[in-house]
């Protein structure tokens, strides 16, 4: 499993908005998600479901 590293805010920003990483919220509760959803962002389950889907490397970032 590689290494978790941190990055600022302005870097997840750029980002996903250029589309070099999906945003994902790192809670299972779909409520919750709802709940801190941010623009552009997906949930942990929609990211399960795209999965399979995914190059192997995509970066995702987690909130």
């Known amino acids: 499993m590689a290494d978790v590293k941190r990055i ?5 920003y750029a980002k996903t908005n250029a589309n070099q990483a999906l945003l994902v919220c790192a809670y299972e509760d779909e409520a919750k998600c709802r709940m801190l959803n ?3 962002s ?9 999965a399979a889907s995914l190059p192997k490397t995509q970066e995702i970032i987690f909130y």
């Open 8 to 12: 600022s805010v302005q870097q997840a």
């Open 38 to 40: 941010l623009d552009g």
């Open 42 to 50: 997906i949930s942990f389950a929609t990211l399960q479901s795209r």
